[in-house]
């Protein structure tokens, strides 16, 4: 037979703790709900909203010029070993990169329309434009400057057609970005 001690205090304090466990457990200040990502042009504002012409600008306070058209003029002389040994890894059986960008890409040009002329999917000299955009944008982790710095979000060049549900890249040039 149990004594009244147990009766008297121990089912109370066992109660009262059970009790105060479900009140912080479940008390509405402890729950919310998960705050949504901010993904933009989708939840969030899209900083950029050409595509590649909108990253890829010059940045004199960085003393950076990722312009495309500056990095392909620097490209025709030599693609920096490093990168060349990159994009060569992850080229398609069969293509070998020869270590120079040919003439292509001025301010003027429709980015990346005019690089699917020679990026596109069925070519066999040059990387797939998709496979090439993905490996130099997101791997290298820190000291991938996409990922570091822009945060590696797919819709700053991927844009979702809303009402649709279509995906596509928005061309546009140097020359009218920021205008």
Known sequence: MRSKLYYYTLIPTFVICLSIFFY?????????????????????????????VSCHKNFPDRKMDVRLSTILSEWKEKIPDEA???YQASAPEGITLKGKHPSSV???????EVCNKCHGKSMKTALPFSRLMHVIHLSGGNNNIYLSVFGGECTHCHKLDQVTGAWSIVNGNEADEGK
Do not use: N, W
């Open 24 to 52: 912080y457990a479940y008390s509405q200040d402890t729950i919310s709900e998960p705050k949504m990502r901010a993904i933009p042009g989708i939840s969030a504002v899209d900083s950029f909203p050409h595509s590649c």
């Open 106 to 112: 001025d301010g003027q040009a429709s980015i990346p």
């Open 84 to 86: 060349l040994a990159k």
